[in-house]
């Protein structure tokens, strides 16, 4: 049965059977009705018993060092959080004189989170500040409102997440796509140069214009989140395994920038300390610390991308990039981040790196231009998503606030523009074309 059907795709033509598998994938994550890492697999698994790669590469993902350092670094986060490293960087906002104001204290949320989502899960980032918010605007008198609040910290930590190579998992589905292809991969820092712009002008816009624009469309009541479950924050009291989580942080991100050792090891190492020292129960650690929709997706687009390139179906999309916008290769670029910007508002970032790279590598090749900033600008774009609630988790998850869908594009639309536009600049002036 196998045979026949692969027979059949051959008949009608591998390159056309795996387009379409994909545009399915893509319409699939779309419309958020199944997990997207079993939409992944689902997929991978379709474009291999219809021929259109090997068998073999439908899980070879799941080999993938850098799967195992998005694996290791959940848990060492997760021990962050249980041990209360992060309660104690939250409980400090309160005390700076910048955040006795609304302005104030949404500037201050906006960095904690930015830089927190830089190394650690943006998702516990949010889960984390979003009863602190609670709290503060709770003990505020009336000063502080939940819905001002909110919004930007979901913004900032989705954002953030671009900072460094483990902020978020369209940065490792980058580098897992180049190593497969035998590329040179990216570095832990070198998104800083064009994503720190990103994240400086959504700080600068949600403190000022999109400040206003919320105090004058935001008419809806303001929500209570419950602060009766914050008191941690005002009574929590460090262990030695908080100290020592922190200081696994530390190990992991040096390990990261000084290339002590593979990436995958020094996250392992990292996840190993963290349980052995009983920071983090091991079960708690798997059940809870690692988010395995994440994970699945990272291992199986990995799938869809071969599926990409072994079929034919990348090359064939390439060429009809290239003659659509010409072989200018910063028109190119430009139309990159356009494409990948409008797909990460409405699908997850993950699937869009995974099934952007290759494309953009073959036009790379058919140009005979640099790939590393079409790569870059992938990895970046994939998390500019503050146009609607649906595109990342953390953004999602402030939808408690009372948000309406319409919210997000008053005030994230033109602020995604701006992003956007910030990363076409940036791209080409960092990394020759």
């Known amino acids: 049965a196998s045979d026949i059907l692969v027979s059949i795709c051959n008949a009608i ?14 319409i699939v994550f779309a419309a958020d009705r199944f997990p997207i890492g079993a939409v992944a697999m689902a997929s991978s698994i379709l474009l291999g018993i219809t021929g259109c790669m090997s068998m073999s590469k439908v899980y070879s993902g799941w080999a993938s060092s850098l ?9 060492v986060g997760h021990a962050m959080f249980k041990t209360g490293v992060v309660v104690l960087i939250g409980g400090a906002i309160k005390r700076f004189k910048l955040a006795q104001s609304e302005r104030g204290m949404m500037i201050m949320i906006m960095l904690t989170a930015g830089v927190l989502s830089s190394v650690l899960s943006n998702t516990a980032t949010v889960a984390t500040f979003i009863p602190l918010v609670g709290a503060i605007a709770a003990s505020s008198g009336g000063k502080l409102h939940n819905k001002f609040l ?27 796509v180049l190593e497969q292809n035998g590329m040179g991969l990216l570095g832990m820092l070198d998104f800083l140069p064009a994503a720190l712009p990103s994240f400086l002008i959504m700080v600068v816009w949600m403190s000022t214009i999109g400040y206003s624009i919320m105090q004058k469309t935001f008419n809806f009541e303001d929500v209570s989140l419950g602060s009766e479950d914050t008191a941690v924050f005002e009574t929590f009291k460090p262990t030695v395994k908080t100290w020592i989580s922190a200081g696994v942080m530390v190990f992991c991100v040096a390990g990261f920038i000084s290339g002590l050792w593979n990436t995958a090891v020094i996250a392992i190492v990292g996840a190993a300390i963290v349980i052995l020292t009983g920071c ?18 990272m291992a199986f687009a990995q799938g869809i991308a071969a599926g990409m390139n072994d079929s034919g179906a990348g090359e064939m999309v390439a060429r009809f990039f290239v003659d659509l916008v010409g072989s200018s290769a910063l028109l190119q670029l430009m139309s990159c981040i356009l494409v990948v910007t409008i797909l990460t508002n409405i699908m997850s970032n993950t699937a869009v790196a995974a099934m952007m790279t290759p494309i953009y590598l073959i036009i790379c090749a058919e140009l005979g231009v640099n790939y590393y900033p079409f790569c870059m600008a992938i990895a970046v774009a994939s998390n500019l998503t503050t146009a609607t609630p649906i595109g990342t988790t953390p953004v999602s998850m402030v939808l408690q606030g009372g948000y309406r869908f319409n919210d997000f594009v008053r005030v994230g639309l033109p602020l995604n523009i701006l992003m956007m536009i910030s990363l076409m600049i940036m791209c080409p002036i960092l990394w020759p074309l």
């Open 150 to 176: 909110l919004m930007p910290l979901g913004f900032a930590a989705g954002v953030g997440g671009t900072l460094t190579l483990v902020g978020s998992t369209a940065q490792p589905m980058v580098n897992t």
């Open 67 to 75: 799967v195992i350092m998005v694996m290791g670094m959940m848990i």
């Open 13 to 26: 033509g591998t390159p056309y059977v795996a387009l379409a598998i994909i545009i399915l994938t893509l």
């Open 280 to 297: 983090v129960d091991f079960k708690d650690a798997m059940v809870s610390g690692v988010e395995w929709n994440s994970i699945f997706i």
